[in-house]
């Protein structure tokens, strides 16, 4: 256990104390003794940051968990876990803060189980970053589903809640399955090793085998599904019922970045087959341009960050996507053409996290002291909460990529590697590259006007008190802190990019990129405000104009068709395949369980009949013999036609009494065969045995029904006829083959034994009875249970009778 | 001989199964004897039937008839009695109870 394991096991070990510190001390607020924790995560993982500019020398440690099975709890610092790691604990930490001015510390709050889940989940987090492991990493990463699901159904009284989160489990759960499928198949190509590292080092050799695609399908939806890909984004959205701080934390900044974490890691090893390049390419697009056109819709302001997160993972998948192309290429410092999707992809990353979480928190605010979240109800916010105010300008500001702030850079950055993208010459880019800048321009246009649109409809206009349920004015200081701090770092990313640069940038670039530069070799970044007038300008410039057209009209626009819905079309399909799966299942069940016995019994018949036939077929297993075959005495055909005779006669029989009698006919004449055959202890005991079960149906007979008819139904009558002689044609074959090749083999049998032995070792001549006491007494100790046991069976079912209403 | 007997007890096992597939609970108990005695005609059947004397040493034969399978057979019998007879009592109990010997009136629970 080295101390990196502790960062990923601390949290879990702390949610254990929580509940002693909620209970013990009700006065204080239980986030206060949470709050430290992350803070202390995040301080030891910002020792690992390269500060010299050196580059990160990787950290792992491992600790045996399952040997046997090559799953170990490996943990791996490189600069991709180190970005993630300091995301999660530094927005944890502010999230933490602000959640103890969020939500108040009243008597029927359960705040130690938000505290519980909280920690749950960055454990699960930091577990999901630092793992080399797959399993393990497999085993976090459901982890994150299984407490993102529990925070957003906190209050899980309102039904909506419930909703999400059952919601939002299905889909993540579903494509974590898939995901563990997709290591097992990698598991398998790469030789039995679970170590992230091991197969990114055999990845050449990988990418050659044939299971490759499916791996890569099966991955590729986790990492979708986790990261409200389109068309899965449709549960994020929903989750908006969960409280803020959960929002900004889980759905903005950390868990929805999961599969975006995956992508890059995987990247070294998948990113060298085109169809990655393509598949996270195009959905990532997809996605993007959705949920910014999406976000127009909406009227919910949470519901609008929403739609703004999914369409911003999108333009990281995309990035991410153009970025796999560059390990088709040589590493050339000058030409960084090639790698500037991916440090834009990084640099987006942390983007995102610092104004969407100070966006997420500033709605939680003006949710909090205005008492609704509606875009149409409020209005001239403006001068009543100049702060929240402000940081909800820089936020939106970086959000819409406006300079200075550091949505600009991360989207000038966006439009040159999708311009770089276009103009590479592999994957017939060259014809069909020119729709990339071409989407990620159009996203970007709507990108402009959902920001425009918060702004305006927030916090310009009029003030209308009467919308509103409180006394509206500023938050206090305590809710403020975070979001001032996340829109201070907007700013100095903004403003001073460049300390990200190789501290951050650089590093994670490496894990996702490895081996494209040699040994001590550094990418060369350099983000800066300025470039000159070039094409990335005119775009932007482009996108403020026509989105400022846009925004201005946006009331002609609403009244379109497509933005009068607000639900996302997609929800329907979702809903109707929940439904219609239940409906379904239902119908199946109902069909195949009747209720009826014969109908069971029939299934089993079926399925035993027929196994054995196509066995048979299957196998060319049939077999018959006639070597041997004695000639047939007189009497035994005499006595076989009499038997034959009555037992067909039983089912046309509907006479109780000829029934029995017929019945014991059969019985007799099956004693009668083991007379013929030598068995007199046998026809003993079966004539015994008839006699009394004779007796037995007779003395019920008075107590007994005569037999129901059968509905006369030719079809029915005619199925289980066929039915039964399926049955009795399977026994005959495989009678006749195993008679047949019995005859091959010169196996003694083990009667031989018996038969020499029966005096000598048991002092008996009856061989027959030597065997049932003496050689084989267990099995008669065992027979005569079960006569007891059934004796008791009768006596209880008589004496003992159920009261009326009784149940057992 | 034993290619008819194993007809026999095909055909046997094959009424049994005709039986098993209708209405009346008392028929499905005779399923339940006629598929015994089949199953212990095949068994016996299966071991081989044309070989010497009964199975007792004071006949002093060369041969003797194989005496495993009709231990097994004589246990099965056995059995089998044990849950005829339980059968028998129990659809005359269902009988009492519910008043129908029809099957598909015994369908379902007051809990469905």
Redo the contacts between chains.
Sequence with gaps: MSLLHFVVLAPFIMAIFMPFFYYKFRSVHTGWFLLPLPLILFIYIATYIPINGGGLEPVEHTVPWVPSLGINFSVYLDGLSLLFGLLITGIGTLVVLYSIFYIKNKVDEPLNNFYVYLLMFMGAMLGVVFSDNLIVLYVFWELTSLSSALLIAYWFHKEKSRYGAQKSMLITVSGGFAMLAGFSLLYVIAGSTFSIREIIAQADVVVQDPLILPAMLLILLGAFTKSAQFPFHIWLPDAMEAPTPVSAYLHSATMVKAGIYLVARMTPVFGLTVEWFWIVLIFGLVTLTWGSISAVRQTDLKGILAFSTVSQLGLIMSLLGMGSAALHFDYVETEAIYYTAIMAAVFHLINHATFKGALFMVVGIIDHETGTRDVRKLGGLMAIMPITFTVSLIGLAAMAGLPPFNGFLSKELFFTASLNVASLDIFNLETLGFFIPVVAWIASVFTFVYSMMIFTRTFTGEFKPENYKEDVHEAPIGLLISPIILASLVIIFGLFPNILAYTLIEPTMQSILPGLTSVGEQFYVNIYHWHGINTELLMTIAVVLIGLAIALNLKKWQESYFFQRERDPLNAVYDLGLDQLVVQAQNVTNMQM?????DY??YM?VFISGIMLWTFFRYDAFA?D?S???A?PFY??LV?AA??AS??A??FISH?IT?IVL?GV??FL?AL??VI??????AL??LL?ET??VV??LL?YR??????K??KNIWSTSM??I???A???A??LT??S??AL?QGTDIT???DY??EN??TLAGG????NV??VDF?GL??LL?VL??A???L??VT??KHKMKEGEDV | ???????????????A????????L???V?GV??LS??V???I???????T???????ENADA?????P??V???A???S??????L??????T??DHG?????E???NAD?
């Design positions: 009747t209720g009826r016995l014969r019994l029939l018949a018959i006639f041997n075959e004695l047939v035994v055909i076989v038997l034959l037992t067909l039983l089912p109780r029934n019945l059969v019985g099956i065969l083991f055959f030598r068995a007199p202890d046998l005991t079966q045995v009394v079960m037995l149906f019920t107590h007994l029904p005569e037999i129901t059968e509905a289980k006829a039915v039964s002689a049955v009795g044609g026994v005959i009678g006749l195993v008679h019995n049998p083990i009667s018996f038969i029966s005096k001549y009856n061989m027959v065997i049932l084989r099995d008669t027979e079960v006569l046991i059934a004796a069976g009768v079912l008589i | 001989m034993e290619i008819l007997m194993i007809f026999t007890s095909g055909i046997i096992i094959a009424v199964t005709y039986l098993f597939l209708t209405r009346s008392l028929r499905v005779f004897v006629m005695h089949g212990h005609l095949l016996l059947t299966l071991s081989g039937l044309q010497g004397a009964p199975p007792l040493l004071t003797y008839t194989d005496p495993l009709q231990a057979i004589l246990t019998i056995v059995i009695f044990g849950m005829t007879a339980f028998l009592v129990l659809a005359y109990r009988y009492q129908t010997d029809d099957l598909e015994l369908r379902g469905e």
